[in-house]
């Protein structure tokens, strides 16, 4: 038995609910046999957001844009205790969060059990009072978490175009930077960039590997805030997509013979683009798997925000607004499943 299943079932037997129940309930899930593992959901079809935990606490909407459309649990679970997507100190109130939900209103918020006949109040005892899990037993306040420091990101912030065939590389950069907040000015990147060998007016970025560039990012920005920028190379187009809207991202495809910023994903399953020349090769502000597989190999440029540093630290609400504010989205969420399914 695994130290999940094992505290899994302690707590369901707290609850009044049946471990066997539950652990298969879990098990259509996230399981139990890692803290924080990932679901997501955030690509074609459903765009609605990531998912962690065993019990699979959504993410998306209001606040979580990045991951996708759909509000759901994660969000209120966060609220409440301030730990951040996936981190996996947060398992065990994970779980006590999630039990806590299917003694007061059932299975009826997850998917995966219904799979298997777990339904409405299956395995849990009516008549066995439970309260809510005691605020001494919380890791969150045990352990006062921090949330994951991240780095500001605006995927919608300007790109300049450029004004010739060479400076590609080099307004890519300037709108990776002001995704982040900073505003570097136009004459200053270009003079830097080719004062520093990294660009030439004859032919451009220098390094196709993007390694010179992400060192040049992390030296002039990244030094001052605690975070680096880093290179990819090949890179594939799940790659890419897998950070796009999250990280910030620059790719540079050798046929394509141009780099462009990585705004995001679009609905139809295409990049979303910075692209500082509009139309170049055919492709717009928009790019397709067919596109990039032709226009390749790609490299890139990027910053895993979850690594950086938080600009400026993120506080807490007190935690009887956090409470209140995770029964509304708690309230919502379970509002929405309970509405008539479309026909």
């Known amino acids: 038995m695994t130290v999940y299943q094992d505290f899994n079932r302690q ?97 009826g918020a997850w998917y995966g059990p ?64 002001r995704s982040i907040g900073r505003n570097p000015g136009d004459q200053w990147v270009v003079s830097q960039l080719i004062d520093g060998g990294l660009v030439t007016r004859e032919s451009g970025l220098q390094d196709g590997s993007g390694a010179a560039l992400a060192a040049w990012i992390t030296r002039e920005y990244g030094a001052e805030g605690g975070w680096t920028a880093a290179s990819a190379n090949p890179v594939t187009f799940d790659d890419v997509a897998a950070g796009a809207g999250i990280n910030p991202t620059l790719i540079g495809g050798r046929a394509w013979n141009h780099w462009s910023g990585v705004r995001g994903m679009n609905a139809d399953g295409t990049l979303a683009l910075a692209n500082p020349s509009d139309g170049w090769r055919g492709v ?33 609400p007190p935690a009887d607004t956090r409470i209140a504010r995770a029964r509304e989205l708690l309230r919502q969420a379970l509002a929405v499943l309970e509405e008539p399914a479309p026909v």
């Not at 045990?142 to 080099?170: G, M």
């Not at 928009?286 to 993120?314: H, K, N």
């Open 11 to 107: 707590e369901s037997l707290r609850r009044g609910i049946d471990p066997a129940v539950s652990e298969a309930a879990w098990n259509t899930e996230g399981g139990l046999t890692e803290p924080a593992r990932l679901g997501d959901f955030s690509g074609p079809p459903w765009y609605s957001g990531k998912s962690w935990y065993a019990a699979q606490l959504h993410y998306g909407g209001a606040g979580y844009e990045a991951f996708g459309n759909t509000a759901g649990m994660g969000n209120s679970f966060t609220a409440l205790t301030g730990w951040q997507p996936g981190d996996p100190r947060a398992w065990r109130d994970a779980l006590r969060y999630a039990l806590d939900a299917v003694k007061a209103h059932g299975w």
């Open 114 to 177: 219904a799979t298997i006949g777990i339904v409405g109040m299956r395995g849990v005892d009516p008549n066995f009072y439970w309260a809510g899990t005691p605020a001494h037993e919380w890791d969150y306040l045990k352990e006062k978490p921090v949330p994951t420091p991240q780095l500001p990101f605006n995927p919608d912030a300007k790109i300049t175009p450029q004004p010739d065939d060479w400076s590609c590389a080099v307004r890519s950069a300037q709108w990776l930077l």
């Open 284 to 316: 717009g502000q928009s790019m397709s798997r067919v596109q990039f597989d032709a226009l390749g190999p790609f490299s890139a440029v990027y910053i895993d925000r979850a690594g950086a540093v938080a600009e400026p630290p993120i506080v807490l």
